[in-house]
């Protein structure tokens, strides 16, 4: 970091023209010109934000801080951060973009502390599910908005709803066709496609990014570096990226085949939407009700441990289902045989078993009743996101 780009100490207040006042509760991240704060309001000392700053900004970082906080304060997605506001601060040479804090940790994270440093694939889908849509909401903009950066260090998990979250929008752009945007300065190597070290980006270079992350979560390694791939395959006509299944022989060839084509060098050999992607990698039968539940990967400590794989909660997930649509049917057959048993122990005055044939109704009748009521909450809170 230059002579004089310091990191704000704890307990030093930032104030934006409007005359909120945050302090200072720690850092979250730094990097060569900057760093991520967490913040409170003073006069509301229970609101946590995230504070992200740019030390000495020249033109471009205040242009792309006030792109990142325009898009992001439009945009309404579940699975996106908010953004409040976008203010610099003359006396300290520095631009700043609030947002919402989002406690919890990134998949690259997550991922490390793994077995093996992977996910299995019904977990891998189960936490890219809002991931992908946020995606599908980006790209479905009028111009359409390009991440630019997708990757496992983006993506963040809440330790409240575990439902993951795309975070880090400084690459982004919006892409108008027949035009090119431009990145020279910020790229992920492994996960950036090669038109993001020569030429215009689009919204193929997000799907990418998004193969990318798969082949990661899947694999536990970083694919290899576009530029080297395309090299190789000049020299030799051979990608040196081995398919997935390849090194995790349990995925299934379709699932492999799309993260291949997903990673292709050439962009018009990739997919042409995210949800064509998607539709691939799902293809091979995975349930449809693990598939919309969120990920719920919130432990005690704030963090995944080894001994306590975050597999366990994905199968638990899908246990508790099964068992569930079990005992509803479980509930109606009781139901129905204690209403003909009750009926003919009544005409036969076999007063004991009446009344155990009432007592078993009402307790499946209650069972069936708690379930749909369940059900029905489950499905509002769906209609309202």
Same mark, same amino acid.
């Given at each position: 970091?230059?002579?004089?780009?310091?990191?704000l100490p704890?307990?030093?207040?930032?104030?934006?023209?409007?005359?909120?006042?945050?302090?200072?509760?720690?850092t979250?991240?730094?990097?060569?010109?900057?760093?991520?704060?967490?913040?409170?309001?003073?006069d509301?000392?229970?609101?946590?934000?995230?504070?992200?700053?740019?030390?000495?900004?020249?033109k471009?970082?205040?242009e792309r801080?006030?792109?990142?906080?325009?898009?992001?304060?439009?945009?309404?997605?579940?699975?996106?951060?908010?953004?409040?506001?976008?203010?610099?601060n003359?006396?300290l040479?520095r631009?700043y973009?609030?947002?919402?804090?989002?406690?919890g940790?990134n998949l690259?994270?997550?991922?490390?502390?793994?077995?093996?440093?992977?996910f299995?694939?019904?977990?891998?889908?189960l936490?890219?599910?809002?991931?992908?849509?946020?995606m599908?909401?980006?790209?479905?903009?009028?111009?359409?908005?390009?991440?630019?950066?997708?990757?496992?260090?983006?993506?963040?998990?809440?330790?409240?709803s575990?439902?993951?979250?795309?975070?880090?929008?400084?690459?982004?752009?919006?892409?108008?066709?027949?035009?090119?945007t431009?990145?020279?300065?910020?790229?992920?190597?492994?996960?950036a496609?090669?038109e993001?070290?020569r030429s215009?980006?689009?919204p193929a270079?997000?799907?990418?990014?998004l193969?990318?992350?798969f082949?990661?979560?899947?694999?536990?390694?970083?694919p290899?570096?576009?530029?080297?791939?395309?090299?190789k395959?000049?020299?030799t006509?051979?990608?040196?990226?081995?398919?997935?299944?390849?090194?995790?022989p349990?995925?299934?060839n379709?699932?492999?085949?799309?993260?291949?084509?997903a990673?292709?060098?050439?962009?018009?050999d990739?997919f042409?939407?995210?949800?064509e992607?998607?539709?691939?990698?799902t293809?091979?039968?995975?349930?449809p009700?693990l598939?919309?539940?969120?990920?719920?990967l919130?432990q005690?400590q704030?963090?995944?441990?080894?001994?306590t794989?975050?597999?366990q909660s994905?199968?638990?997930?899908?246990n508790? @289902?099964?068992?569930?649509? !079990?005992?509803? #049917?479980?509930?109606?057959?009781l139901i129905?045989?204690t =209403?003909?048993? /009750? +009926? &003919? @122990?009544?005409l036969?005055? !076999?007063w004991? #078993?009446?009344?155990?044939?009432?007592?078993?109704?009402? =307790?499946?009748l /209650? +069972? &069936?009743?708690?379930?749909?009521?369940?059900w029905?909450?489950r499905?509002?809170?769906?209609?309202?996101?």
């Open positions: 970091m230059q002579k004089g780009q310091f990191i704890r307990g030093v207040t930032v104030v934006e023209p409007g005359g909120n006042r945050f302090v200072i509760e720690k979250l991240g730094r990097g060569e010109f900057g760093a991520v704060y967490l913040v409170r309001e003073r509301r000392m229970s609101n946590f934000f995230a504070l992200k700053e740019v030390i000495n900004p020249n471009d970082d205040r801080f006030a792109f990142e906080g325009e898009v992001l304060k439009r945009l309404r997605h579940r699975a996106l951060p908010r953004v409040h506001h976008v203010f610099e003359d006396k040479k631009v973009l609030l947002m919402d804090y989002i406690e940790e690259e994270v997550l991922r490390q502390a793994q077995p093996d440093g992977r299995p694939l019904s977990g891998v889908l936490l890219m599910a809002p991931i992908v849509d946020a599908k909401y980006l790209h479905s903009q009028n111009p359409p908005i390009v991440h630019r950066d997708i990757k496992p260090a983006n993506i963040i998990v809440p330790s409240s575990g439902e993951a979250k795309l975070a880090d929008f400084g690459s982004a752009k919006e892409y108008v066709p027949g035009t090119a431009m990145i020279v300065d910020r790229r992920s190597h492994g996960y496609a090669l993001q070290y215009g980006t689009t270079t997000d799907i990418f990014g193969g990318a992350t082949y990661t979560l899947l694999t536990g390694l970083i290899i570096d576009s530029v080297s791939r395309a090299t395959l000049l020299n006509d051979v990608d040196p990226l081995k398919p997935v299944n390849l090194l995790v349990a995925i299934p379709v699932v492999a085949e799309a993260i291949q084509r990673l292709s060098i050439g962009m018009d990739r042409k939407t995210v949800d992607f998607w539709r691939e990698v293809a091979p039968g995975e349930s009700a598939l919309a539940a969120p990920a719920d919130s005690e704030g963090s995944l441990k080894k001994d794989p975050t597999v994905f199968e638990l997930l899908t508790r @289902s099964n068992f569930r649509n !079990i005992l509803s #049917l479980i509930a109606g057959l129905f045989l =209403l003909v048993i /009750g +009926v &003919l @122990s009544y036969l005055s !076999i004991g #078993l009446f009344f155990i044939c009432v007592g078993v109704f009402l =307790l499946a /209650g +069972v &069936l009743l708690y379930d749909w009521f369940s029905m909450r499905f509002k809170d769906a209609e309202q996101e």
